[in-house]
Each structure stands twice: as structure tokens, then as C-alpha cells.
């Protein structure tokens, strides 16, 4: 499975971003797609998820309410439309997939979220 992201980019502090994430390979097997960050200095953490299947979402809290998780399951794509951005979300953004079945996480490349305060 090979994951390609895009959208990043650098934002003033109250501005918005739109990340993407396309899967492609042999996704079967995937049950969920979400993103994760990683700031300097700092441990990845995972912003979002959502379910392949049934679009369940989850998100942590500093985000809720200003980033939304979406997916077009039959593009195997996600995306992640973050809103009234902080310049504490400032990190690089890593595309996720999992597998139970296969027990194996996949990552993208990563992508660079910059606020300006």
C-alpha cells in the first residue's frame, strides 16, 4: 500500500488548510485511515481517524472542532480540512492506514503544516 499526501503548506493563525491522502496498492484489509503529527521535539501524535467502512470518526481534543476527517472510500482516499489553524498545530503531517488483518501500519511521506502567528 502506498499512501501519497498533499496539501500542505504555510497558513497565517486563523486560516485554513486542506490536506489529502490517496491510497493505492492492495488496500483490502485497511479498516481505518486517519492522520497523525509530529512537531519538533515533539512524539507523533494522532490528530484523526476515520473508518473505511462506516465513516466513524474520532479526533483528539485540541482539534475537535476545527478539523474535519472525511473519505471517499471507493477512491481510497481521505482528507483532512483543518480550520481556524494555531500556530501549536505547526508539524509535519503523516497520512496513516491499518490493517488488522495483515497487522501492519502504513505511512505517507509526510507533509509540512506551518501557522504564522
Known amino acids: 500500500v502506498q499512501l501519497v499526501e498533499s496539501g500542505g503548506g504555510w497558513v497565517q493563525a486563523g486560516g485554513s488548510l486542506r490536506l489529502s491522502c490517496a491510497a493505492s496498492g492492495s488496500t483490502f484489509g485497511i479498516i481505518t485511515m486517519g492522520w497523525y503529527r509530529q512537531a519538533p521535539g515533539k512524539q507523533r501524535e494522532l490528530v484523526a481517524v476515520?473508518?473505511?467502512?462506516?465513516?466513524?470518526?474520532s479526533y483528539t481534543d485540541s482539534v475537535k472542532g476545527r478539523f474535519t476527517i472525511s473519505r471517499d472510500s471507493a477512491e481510497n482516499t481521505i482528507w483532512l480540512q483543518m480550520n481556524s489553524l494555531k500556530p501549536e498545530d505547526t508539524a509535519v503531517y503523516y497520512c496513516n492506514a491499518f490493517s488488522p488483518s495483515l497487522r501492519r501500519d502504513y505511512w505517507g511521506q509526510g507533509t509540512q503544516v506551518s501557522v504564522a502567528s
Open positions: 476515520i473508518t473505511t467502512a462506516g465513516g466513524v470518526t
